[in-house]
């Protein structure tokens, strides 16, 4: 984790999928907007192209980091990587 900068969004993130029973965010593009989905709701309420943004780069970045890592073959499921896991017990310490 040192070095890497998490921003809020990243942060609910990775605390939202080490709680979720099967480890896992959804995200999904449709007509009907963007979500970010754990535990049967959506992270980004907000659906503004910058709160979109926002998540979606928070995305990314924990997947360019090895804290996220994409499940499947569709680019819509993501789980927790140890390093993942291991931020999560810190960030729900604090």
């Known amino acids: 984790m040192a070095g890497t900068i998490l921003s809020n969004e990243a942060k609910v993130i990775i605390v939202e999928v080490s709680q979720d029973s099967n480890g896992l965010l959804l995200?999904?593009?449709t007509f009907s907007g963007t979500s970010f989905q754990v535990r049967g709701k959506n992270l980004?309420?907000?659906?503004?192209?910058?709160?979109?943004?926002?998540?979606?780069?928070?995305?990314?970045?924990?997947?360019?980091?090895?804290?996220?890592?994409?499940k499947g073959w569709k680019g819509e499921m993501f789980g927790l990587t140890t390093k993942g896991y291991d931020i999560a017990d810190v960030l729900r310490e604090d």
Not at 45 to 65: F, G, H, I, T, Y
């Open 44 to 70: 980004c309420a907000d659906q503004s192209p910058r709160n979109l943004a926002r998540w979606k780069e928070a995305m990314d970045n924990l997947v360019v980091n090895n804290i996220l890592e994409q």
């Open 27 to 29: 995200y999904t593009k």
